[in-house]
């Protein structure tokens, strides 16, 4: 299986800021990364698909980039709507995995 | 507007059989572009993938789970189900349906609202 790792695991950060969270896969999984939103008590969002794709209706302030092992989402100016848990998965080979999350919450 | 909605029962006894539906509404379930996903999260934890399967009955299991777990599709009724079979507590979580789109590069792009499942006797 291709073990995904984000980091950190969790992180305080104000309105406005700039943030970004890493996923690193075990082994090369191309451009095969998504990102998911989730808020607690509610279903995973998708956010971003093949690393860099926005998925329709978010936000553009929303930002995937990486290949290979290393990914980056970056959030341009954090909006109260945005803190919530964060997961990768890679869709590059079954089964498909999930990074353990990172937290977002505010400072 | 696409919708996948979960039901099934909220507690289930140790050694018995976890059953779930999904009944998609806004989609056909027979559509070539996509699978149809179980996902897991246990308490506190974070996603787990259990299966996808196709219209067609093709199925693709996690390893960790294969020897358990059966997935099927009814067109007919354009919905899909998860049987996992000896639970144990350990199979206690919160189980999504998701729309498995092949073409958008493997991702789970609409999803069930989720259901708790207990494993207690």
């Known amino acids: 299986d291709i073990q995904m790792t984000q980091s950190p695991s969790s992180l305080s950060a104000s309105l406005g800021d700039r943030v970004t969270i890493t996923c690193r896969a075990s082994?090369?999984?191309?451009?095969?990364l998504n990102w998911y939103q989730q808020k607690p008590g509610k279903a995973p969002k998708l956010l971003i698909y093949v690393a860099s794709i926005l998925q329709s209706g978010v936000p553009s302030r929303f930002t995937g980039s990486g290949s290979g092992t290393d990914f980056t989402l970056t959030i341009s100016s954090l909006q109260p709507e945005d803190f919530a848990t964060y997961y990768c998965q890679q869709s590059y080979s079954s089964p498909y995995t999930f990074g353990q999350g990172t937290k977002l919450e505010i400072k | 507007q696409l919708q996948l909605q979960e039901s099934g029962p909220g507690l289930v006894k140790p050694s018995e059989t976890l059953s779930l539906t999904c009944i998609v509404s806004?989609?056909?379930?027979?559509?070539?572009?996509?699978?149809w996903g179980w996902i897991r999260q246990p308490p506190g934890k974070g996603l787990e993938w259990i299966g996808s399967?196709?219209?067609?009955?093709?199925?693709d299991y996690n390893p960790s789970l294969k020897s358990r777990v059966t997935i099927s599709v009814d067109t007919s009724k354009n919905q899909f189900s998860l049987k996992l079979s000896s639970v144990t507590a350990a199979d206690t979580a919160v189980y999504y349906c998701?729309?498995?789109?092949?073409?958008?590069?493997?991702?789970?792009?609409?999803w069930g609202q989720g259901t708790q499942v207990t494993v207690s006797s």
């Open positions: 998701a729309r498995h789109s092949i073409f958008g590069g493997n991702n789970f792009d609409y």
């Open positions: 806004g989609d056909s379930i027979s559509s070539s572009s996509n699978y």
């Open positions: 399967a196709y219209y067609s009955g093709s199925t």
């Open positions: 082994q090369s999984i191309s451009s095969y």
